[in-house]
């Protein structure tokens, strides 16, 4: 799945939505510091109340919302792997019971040998995403509806709970000070743990190959919730790959660099990137990264060295990086540059206009612009360069 496939999901999930069908949900209770079930419910999803199903679809959104490979991680499952069986059993099954039955081996895996430090509720939903084979065309007579794509998934969302309230109250008819605590707990719905999405989809074919794992935190995949729920492979994450790219990078053009050739090196990337947003991801290996090294501006950069340094780094001279993961955020002001007496923001395309320079003696960054400059509203008199 790429950025615009989950995008497309995402914008579907919404109540009363004829793209977007979800026909049962299935909630987990699991009491803190135990790994038994203390209870759980199917139900169909239309039978919730609306604003219930409004709280759920927010979490769903929340669940798949991030940047590929640092929240959201596509996994290939190992091979023989229980769970793969488990949700395609689960995903083709017609009663519930076989449904509920397939989820509840699903929790059972994430409780094994893993009590939980809060209660928390396990969410699966079983759903169908129907996407439209043609784009939106007013005058066309046959409807974008006619002819679709048919996705079946199955969704899980796990969440916390939060400890009820203790308060103090005046009851104004006793006229009297009272405790009052509420014993229900409350699901937090807003800031999933952890959750995620099978099969995977891309051009307009259902992949039960992979499993679209969604992280707590950027960069810091569970790797026990990967390797024994999932029994998905190991995942590298953008931040793991942008450090190995950074230390070949030092290996082969040296600690010091031009800001230019730094610009020129992020806008080649970026370019394949941009003209494969549609396609599978590009990855580099070292012939890919000696290309736009030399592209870059370094001529004489030795296809040697750059293997030698794949290797050294990451102990594979086949290793693949993503291209997406080595490019900071291109369009925003993603790259530091820190001194100690200011810390600058800029965005990569922007790289080409900053220079270090000696300035009567002393090292100073200058940042061409096109306008005048401004300081708390005030606009900054222009000095001839050198005087």
């Known amino acids: ?85 488990i949700l395609h059993k689960g995903l083709l099954s017609d009663g519930v019971e076989d449904w509920m039955n397939q989820m509840l081996l699903m929790t059972e895996k994430m409780l094994k040998d893993n009590p939980y430090e809060k209660d928390v509720v396990i ?42 309230k203790k308060e103090l109250v005046f009851d104004y008819v006793e006229k009297e000070f009272k405790y009052n605590i509420d014993v229900d707990s409350v699901i937090d719905l807003d800031t999933p743990m952890t959750g995620f999405l099978f099969p995977c989809f891309s051009n307009g074919a259902s992949d039960v190959n992979h499993v679209l794992y969604s992280s707590k935190k950027a960069n810091e995949p569970d790797h026990r919730f990967i390797d024994e729920v999932l029994n998905s492979e190991h995942t590298i994450t953008a931040k793991e790959d942008k450090e190995v790219f950074e230390e070949v990078m030092r290996d082969v053009m040296g600690d010091h660099l031009n800001p230019s050739t730094l610009a020129n090196v992020y806008r080649e990337i970026n370019t394949m990137v941009e003209e494969n947003e549609e396609d599978e991801e590009p990855k580099l290996d070292y012939k890919h ?28 001279e086949s290793y693949e990086l993503k291209a997406s993961s080595v490019v900071p955020k291109y369009k925003s002001k993603s790259i530091k540059i820190q001194t100690k007496v200011a810390n600058i923001s800029i965005s990569p395309q922007d790289l080409e206009y900053v ?32 005087e």
């Open 123 to 164: 969410t699966f939903i079983k759903a169908e995403y129907l996407k439209p084979m043609k784009k939106r065309n007013d005058e066309a007579e046959e409807s974008e509806r006619d002819a679709v794509y048919s996705h079946p998934f199955i969704l899980c969302s796990i969440n916390k709970t939060q400890e009820s």
């Open 289 to 316: 990264v000696e290309r736009v090294f030399k592209q870059s501006g370094g001529e004489q950069v030795d296809s040697e060295k750059v293997k030698a340094a794949f290797e050294r780094i990451t102990d594979n």
């Open 355 to 386: 220079r270090q320079v000696n300035y009567k003696g002393k090292r100073c960054i200058m940042i061409e612009i096109e306008e005048d400059a401004e300081i708390e509203g005030f606009k900054m008199l222009p000095e001839a360069f050198g």
């Open 1 to 85: 799945m790429n950025k615009k496939d989950i995008a497309g999901l995402r914008r579907q999930l919404k109540v009363d939505n004829d793209l977007l069908k979800i026909s049962d949900i299935f909630n987990v209770y699991i009491m803190k510091e135990t790994t038994d079930i203390y209870h759980y419910q199917s139900q169909p999803f239309e039978m919730l109340d609306r604003d219930q199903q409004e709280l759920f679809i927010k979490n769903f959104k929340k669940l798949l919302t991030g940047q590929l490979n640092e929240k959201l991680f596509e996994l290939k499952f190992k091979r023989e792997a229980d769970s793969q069986l």
